[in-house]
């Protein structure tokens, strides 16, 4: 190399991002805000300012990076999981019904029930999705998608209906037994132990994508389908398997957002984690290395939107619009790499 030739220091392109979204959060709390540094301080520090804020925001990251994880295991496969919300919200009353139906169960065995449960009716309802990819090539965009929002519609039923609670002033199903609920660990929050998944989940995918033969085989299929066609892969078995675990991250996150969050099924209560959990699979480029710190930003920008709302002048559709920049920031940023591949000049 030429000694005259400097290196030109260059952001990696999602740290660019980052820094666009917290440069547009802040651009909207000055114009919609009157109070500006009260608005700033609630939205960026103010989810550290106490225990229920911080608690809520840790809560809401462990849910959040079992659906991100879910989403990047899909697409490592070359599969896309349109339908993380209908699978969570599968999850979620599925693991309701089953509390309900057998509430004398001992604690452990009680959460280990709905646990089950939950993670079962994401899987099946993923694989569906992955059955019509091999056999019939049917898209999974648009077949997670479809399934998704037909399970919405009559999960809103069985709540609005037979599981319906009348007691109560909201659309809820009945609570789920005491002994079934994890307890909390920084209370009044309902941060919970369930952040434990996360620590086991997120190192034992990596290590399978990164360095065991069926992630190498999993990875080759969604680089290169043809080439891993030619390679002697069985293309059917990897349509359907990544989908259907990446489906029962979802219906996992959907029974512990039941056991440690809700304790009831209130109508569309898991609404955006399936959304949101895209938002940081793109994020962290992928790689479930990265996930963490992509959830942990992600969550912060979004709680720190609801405690800005709750402690200051700004409207409850802030948060909505930030988390709109966000995915139009980070999508752009997606299709620009996805275009880079398929034309490297």
């Not at 030109?8 to 109070?35: K, Q, Y």
């Not at 029962?248 to 984690?273: D, E, M």
């Not at 720190?304 to 619009?321: F, K, T």
Request: proline residues 6%; charged residues 10%; hydrophobic residues 50%.
């Amino acid at each position: 190399m030429n000694p005259s030739e400097k290196k030109e220091f260059r952001l990696p392109p999602v740290f660019l991002i980052l820094l666009l979204c917290i440069a547009a959060a802040t651009g909207l709390i000055l114009l919609l805000s009157n109070d500006p540094a009260e608005a700033l301080y609630y939205f960026f520090p103010g989810i550290f300012s106490n225990r229920l804020y911080l608690g809520n925001f840790l809560n809401y990251s462990v849910l959040l990076s079992l659906t991100g994880l879910g989403i990047i295991i899909a697409f490592n496969a070359g599969s896309f999981n349109l339908g993380g919300e209908g699978q969570v919200y599968a999850g979620a009353i599925c693991a309701i019904a089953a509390a309900l139906k057998f509430p004398d169960l001992p604690s452990g065995a009680g959460i280990i029930m709905m646990t089950l449960c939950g993670t079962a009716a994401g899987a099946l309802l993923a694989a569906l999705s992955g059955i019509m990819k091999s056999r019939w090539q049917v898209n999974e965009l648009i077949s997670t998608f479809l399934l998704s929002a037909g399970i919405t519609k009559v999960i809103d039923y069985l709540i609005l209906g037979p599981l319906s609670n009348p007691d109560s002033y909201l659309i809820t199903t009945g609570e789920i037994p005491l002994q079934y609920r994890l307890p909390p660990i920084i209370p009044p929050s309902h941060f919970n132990l369930s952040f434990l998944l996360v620590f086991i989940l997120i190192p034992a995918s990596y290590f399978y994508l990164h360095h065991s033969r069926g992630g190498y085989e999993l990875r080759m299929i969604g680089y290169n389908r043809e080439f891993a066609r030619f390679g002697g892969l069985n293309l059917g078995m990897y349509d359907t398997a990544p989908l259907t675990v990446s489906g029962a991250l979802h219906g996992l996150t959907g029974a512990i957002a039941v056991s440690g969050t809700y304790f009831a099924g209130i109508l569309g209560f898991t609404f955006g984690l399936g959304w949101n959990g895209i938002a940081v699979a793109m994020i962290a480029s992928r790689n479930p290395a990265y996930l963490l710190p992509a959830v942990l930003f992600f969550s912060w920008m979004t709680q720190g939107a609801r405690v800005a709302v709750l402690q200051s002048d700004l409207s409850l559709e802030l948060g909505n619009i930030i988390q709109g920049v966000l995915f139009l920031l980070i999508s752009s940023q997606a299709l620009r790499g996805l275009q880079k591949k398929r034309d490297p000049l």
